[in-house]
């Protein structure tokens, strides 16, 4: 069911005879993943991850959209109900029906391929967002790109939208493969095992996404400042040219009636001497220590 309204999915309660708590928590939209048992019916929260095409990280991108996936599993049926950007289930049902072995498992079979089929996109987003990460990670490194922080925050943002989504799940899952949840056969447990280990998967790459993002963060900030000193460092080196004339020139402009080189001829020209000859040594100076 697509968005169902509480009238629909009352319906469909109605006939399967399904918990009111159970059917109050698939209508409303917005719940973190989560596993709740309603007497003989097992109500699973999964939290889908849709990568969105850009051309690049912008300081407002959006790089991950959620959606919701609500699997209510008990004696003789499986429930499905989307919500957002939930993908369909169409491709879930037919693999299910091209294979009647693990079909024949029952409800939790259905449960467990929606789950798979979730966890595995976890991975292609997964995937998708590394190319994000290392295109910002070039860019931040690049001496001659800088990057505007904001767009390392929108990425870290985005991130942490993704980690939100799947991370929760963990408990849930872990419980599902544990072979001690009612209605769930030890064969489908199994197979549970193997989406924890995807998943688990999915939030190491996560992790390190994470720490790759506030490496940048930080190199961006420390870039920013090396760049801000080596200005400054510009701006004293020529301020310190301008001191030398301007200090000979202002002794030389005062208006005491015996200054000893007023009187001579080559007074002007040994003046001009010496302030091309002081800021001579200083720009060489400066130059030698990179000031300039």
């Not at 091209?98 to 595995?120: I, N, S, T, Y």
């Not at 991370?167 to 209605?183: A, E, F, I, R």
């Not at 930080?218 to 030398?244: H, K, P």
């Amino acid at each position: 069911m697509d968005e169902p309204t509480a009238e629909q999915l009352q319906e469909v309660a109605d006939a399967f005879g399904l918990h009111p708590l159970a059917v109050e928590g698939a209508v409303h939209a917005h719940q973190p993943p989560k596993s709740e048992r309603y007497g003989d019916m097992l109500f699973l929260v999964l939290k889908t991850i849709v990568h969105v095409d850009h051309e690049k990280v912008t300081g407002t991108s959006e790089i991950v959209d959620t959606g919701e996936i609500m699997v209510l599993a008990g004696p003789g049926c499986t429930i499905a109900v989307r919500h957002g950007s939930a993908p369909p289930l169409e491709g879930v049902r037919r693999l299910l029906q091209e294979d009647p072995k693990q079909l024949g498992c029952g409800p939790a079979a259905v449960l467990h391929a929606v789950a798979d089929m979730v966890v595995d996109r976890y991975i292609d987003v997964a995937d998708a967002f590394a190319g994000d990460v290392d295109t910002l990670e070039a860019e931040v490194f690049s001496s001659d790109t800088p990057v505007d922080a904001a767009r390392i925050y929108q990425l870290k943002r985005e991130l942490l939208k993704f980690k939100r989504a799947v991370m929760p799940l963990t408990t849930s899952l872990q419980g599902l493969s544990d072979n001690n949840v009612p209605g769930i056969p030890p064969k489908v447990a199994t197979y549970f095992r193997d989406v924890t280990d995807h998943h688990q998967r999915v939030i190491e790459q996560i992790l390190s996404f994470d720490e790759l993002i506030t490496g940048m963060l930080t190199a961006g900030i420390a870039q920013l400042g090396v760049r801000q000193n080596a200005d400054m460092r510009r701006i004293s080196a020529w301020a310190a040219l301008v001191a030398v004339p301007t200090m000979i020139v202002g002794i030389h402009g005062m208006n005491f009636e015996h200054m000893p080189e007023l009187a001579s001829p080559y007074g002007y020209p040994a003046v001009w001497l010496v302030m091309i000859t002081a800021c001579t040594a200083v720009y060489r100076a400066l130059r030698r220590n990179k000031w300039l």
